[in-house]
């Protein structure tokens, strides 16, 4: 798909072998309003038409064009559903593009999530699925079949539209399975057709959501809800504008801008003062340029936001995947039948998919910035100079992020994963250990592995930590109690050499009291302290451990 000026494709339309530059000059003057010369003609068709591979050459060949391969854009497609069974597909959803059916699904989307958020809940079909992980295949099924089902919204809005859609398939996006639908002749369609397309994924998974919740009211199976929440999350990630998804399509076709991604730089550039604005840049109409500078001033912090999350965050994420790796292979080992062991086996197989997603991201994202930089710095050795301090400076900034400080720990449970959980990361990367800090890792009770237990739950109060982690650690664990309760002290024996202190604290309805003890046996010293004020009750376990 090559995207032409009116009189450039004016002229390709009339070349067809054997007229002359004159006799195509003649004509497109003619249809074009302006004088246009044969030299002019000759001049477009070498320097414009030919490079595009539009025009053979003079002796009937073809110029080797350069492959694009975008960081972010879909790998190893391989087409599945051929275009005859794609369009008669696309003829028996025709009717949903409706517009009274189009109204009539979405408010039946507004009525079913004010039924299920507000009122139903799905906590009975989160408990019904962890009680019964095979469940987890079904939604996973669900999952891939709603995502089929997303592609096929793409081809009928395009096909409602009148356009022709072409093959359905499957493809690698970074590391992760994904569909596609060539729709590429939705171009020829005007905004309002495209936009229709581009939304038309989105829109087919609220008729799914609908679906789903027409078998639950059939069935009364209460796992079938989850789908619904997170085909709600499915939508909201498919409208992000930043990476190739239905967002930037969206965007695209809101502003006429069918490369936005290959405007960002020079737009960046044009701002600055004494920078010529790039040619890509002037042709913008002004409100599409001001469109675009807001997209780019929107999606370059956004990136860099993200992208440096997932630096500070992989230690965390290496160790959760390792964590559960052994947890899961223990339920292999455990297992009493084939099915058990399949269903382990296969969730095994997926924990390696995060890590090497973020190892593949970082290995092409670094090998292009530096390949770039380095390019770019050729025969200016001061430059030269200032990108290997800058590259030794990001090593040196990853090492200190990385290099096995504490931090290496498990996502434990109660952990939410916040945005403003993410900006307190960034604060404390001085301490070499943003994902998880020393304060941090005491109210998680050292979030300790649970695959050191033998896949089981780490029991509150006698959390350890692995011994290369116990030269100084504090674990912190809470649990309540109810009004006027006393919970005793606990007591824990160590090993020779160590010394451990117990504190508890408990709160009455009544009165405020306090009281400490301390003993000494053999090397262990060990204090109990209770403080009870009037307040709700709570119990707070603290053990610290040094040599």
Known sequence: ???????????????????????????????????????????????????????????????????????????????????????????????????????????????????????????????????????????LGLVILSAAFHECGHATACRYGGARPGVMGAGIYIVWPAFYTDVTDAYRLGKAGRLRTDL???????????????????????????????????????????????????????????????????????????????????????????????????????????????????PRIFATAWDSFFVQLHKVEQASSVFSMGVGGLQMAILVLPSLGIVVTFARTGRRAAGAAWTHTAGRPLARLALALALAATAAFAAFIWWPNGDYRPIQPGEKGTLQGAVRELAAVPTGRPALTTARARQLGGAPFASANGGDKVPSSKVRLPAEHQSSTETVTQSTATTDETT????????????????????????????????????????????????????????????
């Open 1 to 139: 798909m090559i995207q032409l000026p009116q009189l450039l494709y004016m002229v390709a339309e009339e070349i067809d072998g054997s007229q002359s530059y004159e006799e195509i000059s003649r004509r497109v003057s003619e249809r074009f309003g302006r004088g246009l010369s044969a030299e002019n003609v000759e001049f477009l068709v070498d320097e414009k038409l030919r490079p595009l591979g539009v025009v053979a050459q003079a002796d009937g060949s073809s110029p080797e064009l350069k492959k694009l391969d975008p960081l972010l854009a879909l790998k190893f497609r391989a087409a599945l559903v051929p275009e005859g069974v794609v369009n008669a597909i696309t003829t028996i959803f025709r009717p949903l593009y409706l517009p009274p059916v189009v109204a009539a699904v979405l408010g039946g989307l507004v009525a079913l999530d004010v039924w299920l958020f507000f009122f139903h809940g799905i906590a009975q079909g989160l408990r019904q699925v962890l009680y019964d992980p095979a469940f987890v295949l079904l939604l």
């Open 488 to 547: 005793p002290v606990g007591q824990e024996t160590t090993s020779s050499g160590e010394t451990t202190t117990t504190a508890t604290t408990t709160a009455g309805s009544s009165g405020s009291s306090t009281s400490e003890t301390t003993t000494s046996s053999g090397g262990v010293a060990t204090a109990e302290a209770t403080v009870s004020t009037p307040a709700a009750t709570e119990t707070l376990d603290t053990t610290v451990t040094t040599p």
């Open 200 to 314: 038309g994924g989105v829109y087919f998974n609220v008729i799914f959501i609908l679906l789903t919740a027409g078998a639950y009211a059939l069935t009364g199976f209460e796992p079938l809800l989850l789908v619904i929440p997170l085909q709600h999350i499915e939508i909201l990630h498919q409208f992000l504008p930043f990476l190739r998804l239905d967002g930037y399509y969206i965007v695209s076709d809101l502003t006429g801008v069918p490369d936005m991604f290959a405007r960002i730089k020079p737009t960046l550039a044009s701002l600055l003062p004494w920078r010529e604005t790039d040619e890509r840049v002037a042709e913008l109409k002004p409100w599409v340029r001001g469109a675009v500078t807001a997209y780019v001033f929107t999606v370059i912090p956004a990136l860099l936001f993200m992208f440096g999350l997932m630096v500070i965050n992989a």
